[in-house]
């Protein structure tokens, strides 16, 4: 007779069998599963069945669209970066520029400009404005009783009529030479204790000094009083990469060609490319604008070829005795 033990083992001996075999039949139901056809099986209490998820690989999409681009039914193209190319982007490229487009810009330097965003340059320029004006009744007073006409406005009357005595090269050649011997060259920081400040012309005249700005203002003045056209005039701010300072010059076309007036120079110099100017700003009657170089002949990127307006700041520092250098409030450039 077996012992109560031996019962208890073959009891569990049989029930593991029984689970075995329950098992095995579980795994033969879900194999013929498998080899049928699959069916969406909608989840407890819903109404309709749910689309059933789809997957696909970025190759794939890029395949697809190959082949609806008519680059053939095989077409493969890889989602990876390939040399020299930083970047990826979806973006359609750019048209072409049409027939016929400038590749230079009838600005300064061959280039482009574009309205600058409101700033202290804007606010520097629309005070200069604001005096330029009012002098003018000062100046018309002049005209008309020159015994009462103070010395320094009675000398920038004189260089007006000096200049309208004379036209096209000559002209030019009159108001850079004689604004370049009325104003002695000392900077804002000597002159006003500031690092930067914009004078009007008889301002400059009164006190006989002034700064790069200071000159070009007094010379824009001079020739738009007389009858040179505003159009044809800008008052440049650039960087002088010669001496890697700041600098204001006043630019002046004639004959379609750009001269540019400095006070470093008592002759006219052109904008022929020997000057190692990079342009930022542009002022004239219509605003302060912004320089931009014209796509068609932009040249790669290098430290010394950048944006015409970026990658400086009208903050140049100006040694004592460099004789024309600008300096003006620090103001971030965007483009």
């Not at 999409?61 to 970066?81: I, Y």
């Not at 006190?207 to 200071?214: F, H, L, M, N, S």
């Not at 006043?250 to 060609?257: I, P, T, V």
Request: one cysteine or more; proline letters at 6%.
């Amino acid at each position: 007779m077996k012992s109560r033990c031996g019962r208890r083992r073959q009891g569990i001996l049989a029930f593991a069998a029984a689970m075995l075999v329950s098992l095995s039949g579980a795994a033969t139901s879900v194999a013929f599963a498998a080899e049928a056809e699959p069916r969406e099986i909608a989840p407890s209490g819903a109404d309709t069945i749910q689309a059933p998820a789809t997957f696909f690989t970025i190759n794939a999409v890029l395949a697809k669209l190959d082949r609806e681009r008519g680059r053939g039914p095989n077409a493969v193209r890889l989602a990876a970066l390939t040399p020299p190319s930083a970047t990826a982007t979806d973006a359609q490229p750019e048209a072409a520029s049409p027939a016929g487009a400038p590749s230079l810009g009838n600005e300064p330097f061959g280039l482009f400009t574009f309205r600058a965003p409101d700033n202290a340059i804007w606010r520097k320029w629309r005070t200069v404005e604001a005096e330029i004006a009012s002098e003018q009744v000062l100046l018309e007073r002049c005209r008309s009783d020159a015994a009462s006409c103070p010395p320094n406005a009675a000398q920038f009357l004189r260089l007006i009529s000096a200049v309208k005595a004379k036209s096209g090269r000559a002209q030019l050649e009159e108001v850079n030479l004689g604004v370049n011997t009325a104003i002695r060259y000392v900077s804002d920081l000597v002159q006003h204790r500031e690092l930067d400040r914009w004078s009007s012309p008889l301002a400059s005249f009164a006190t006989g000094k002034g700064d790069c700005e200071d000159y070009a203002i007094a010379k824009y003045a001079a020739l738009r009083d007389a009858g040179f056209p505003d159009a044809d005039m800008r008052l440049l701010l650039v960087r002088d990469r010669t001496v890697r300072q700041d600098h204001a010059v006043l630019a002046a076309r004639l004959d379609g060609r750009w001269m540019i007036l400095d006070n470093r120079w008592a002759g006219l110099r052109e904008d022929n490319g020997e000057l190692n100017f990079a342009p930022l700003f542009a002022i004239n009657h219509d605003g302060v604008h912004l320089f931009a170089k014209p796509y068609a002949k932009a040249a790669p990127l290098t430290s010394e070829a950048a944006p015409a307006a970026a990658g400086s700041e009208w903050a140049g520092a100006e040694p004592a005795d460099a004789g024309g250098g600008g300096s003006l409030s620090t103001l971030p450039l965007l483009l």
